[in-house]
C-alpha cells in the first residue's frame, strides 16, 4: 500500500477513536450523570436553585417531628432496670461522654433527646455485655436549666460542675474558649469517675450511626489506635471530595480511576481480543482513567464512600483532616493530653477547639491524629450553639 494509503487510514483510524472519546463523554457527562445525580446534594449536579430551599425544609421539619418524638419518648419511658444506664462501671472498655449545652435557638429540636434515644436503643442492641458506659456532660452554666439533660437524669448519669466551679466559669470569655473549657471539663470529668480504658466524645447534635459500636470496637482492635491522639469519627459531607487538598485522598482517587480503567479495558480485551493492541491500550488507560476519575468525582465521593459500611474491615482511616469535632475517639489515655494541650491554649473565632486540637497533632513531635471515613454520625444540629445562625438553616 502506498504510504500516503497507510498515514490517511492511521489517521481515519485515530479520529474515529477522538470522536468514540467524545462521544462516550457528551453522553456521560451531559445527559447520563445529570439525569442520575441533579438531586443528590453532594454531587456537582446538584440543582441548588430548584432543590436546597425544599430540601433543607424537609430536613428541618424531620428534624423537629423526630425532636418531638423523643420528647415523648423519654417522657413516657418507665424507669425499668433495662432502660437505666445510670449505674456506671468501673474501668469499661469503652466511655461515650456526650457533651450538651442548654439550647436558645432549636431547643424544639431536642438534639440532646433525640442523640440518646438512637444511643439508648444501640446500647440495647449489643445484649447483656454492654458496649459502653455512657455519661451526658451538661456543660450549662449560665442562669438557665438545661432542660433535657434534666429529663435524662433518671436513665443516664448526668454529670455538672459544682456550684462554685459553675461561678468561676462564668466569667467573661468569649464563646470559643468556653466550649474548649467545657469540653476539658468533659473529658477530665468522665476519665476522674470512670477511669475507662477508651473514650468517645459526642456533642450533643451527633447522632450515632447503627454501625458505630461495631466500627469504633474495630478501630480499637487496630494498632495504629494506639499511638493517635485522637480518631475523628465525623467530617462534613461537604467537605469529602476529592477536589479538597487532601494528599491521601489524590491518591485514592487515582488509583480508583486506573483500578475502572483496568477493569474495563480488561474486559474489552476478553470480548474482543483482536482489537486490543499495546499503544491503543495505553492510550485508552490513560483515557479511561481520566474518565472515572472525573465520573466519581462529580458524582460525589460521599456517595462512593457509603459503599464501605458493607464492612467494618473496609472504613478508610488516614491522617486527620481539620474541621470539626462532633465525634473524636480518644484511645487509651491519649483523652489527658488532649485535654492538656487545650487548657494550654485560648480559642477565639477562627481558632477553635477543633483547630486547636488539629494544630497540635501536627507540631507535637510524637503525636499523630486520624479520621474515619465513612462517618460514624450523622450531624442533625441545624442550629449551632456556638455561633450566629441565619433565619432558615440551609444543608449547604
Ligand atoms: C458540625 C460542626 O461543624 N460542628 C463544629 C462546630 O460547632 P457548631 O457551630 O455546629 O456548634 P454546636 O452547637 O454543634 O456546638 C458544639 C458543641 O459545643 C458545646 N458547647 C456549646 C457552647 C458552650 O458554651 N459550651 C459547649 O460545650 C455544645 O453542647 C456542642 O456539644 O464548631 C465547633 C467549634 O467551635 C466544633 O468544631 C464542632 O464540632
Known sequence: MPRWKTLFS?????????????????????????????????????????????????????????????????????????????DIAQNPELLVIVVSVQ????????????????????????????????????????????????????YFKVIRRSSLEKRRNRDSVNTFEREKRDYVFCLRKGWE?????????????????????????????????FQTLYVKLYHPERLQRYWNPEPYRILEWVGLGLVGATALLLSFSYWNPCSFSFTLSVTHLLFFTLYFMAAIELLGRHYLLEVRRFSPQLYAVSPATECCTPAMLFPGNSSLRAAEYLDGS?????????????????????????????????????????????LKPRLL
Open 346 to 390: 485560648f480559642c477565639v473565632k477562627g481558632n477553635a477547639k477543633d483547630i486547636v486540637l488539629y494544630q497540635m497533632a501536627r507540631t507535637i513531635p510524637g503525636e499523630r491524629a486520624h479520621s474515619v471515613e465513612p462517618n460514624l454520625i450523622t450531624h442533625i444540629g441545624a442550629f449551632s450553639s456556638v455561633r450566629g445562625n441565619p
Open 193 to 225: 469517675l470512670v477511669q475507662p480504658k477508651n473514650i468517645v466524645v459526642l456533642e450533643d447534635d451527633a447522632l450515632p450511626k447503627q454501625d458505630f459500636f461495631t466500627v469504633v470496637k474495630h478501630l480499637l482492635s487496630r494498632t495504629f489506635a
Open 10 to 86: 492511521q489517521h481515519l483510524r485515530r479520529s474515529n477513536t477522538v470522536t468514540q472519546a467524545l462521544v462516550l463523554s457528551v453522553i456521560t457527562f451531559c445527559v447520563i450523570l445529570p439525569l442520575c445525580c441533579h438531586r443528590l446534594l453532594y454531587s456537582y449536579y446538584f440543582i441548588k436553585t430548584m432543590y436546597l430551599d425544599s430540601m433543607s425544609e424537609e430536613v428541618l421539619h424531620e428534624g423537629l417531628v423526630r425532636g418531638q418524638d423523643a420528647l415523648q419518648f423519654w417522657q413516657s419511658t418507665s424507669t425499668t432496670a433495662s432502660s437505666r444506664f445510670s
Open 103 to 154: 439550647r436558645n435557638e432549636g431547643r424544639d429540636f431536642h438534639y440532646l433527646l433525640q442523640v440518646m434515644q438512637q444511643m439508648s436503643g444501640l446500647l440495647e442492641s449489643c445484649g447483656s455485655q454492654r458496649c459502653a458506659e455512657v455519661l451526658v456532660c451538661d456543660v450549662e452554666s449560665g442562669p438557665q436549666e438545661n432542660q433535657d439533660a434534666k429529663i435524662l437524669e433518671d
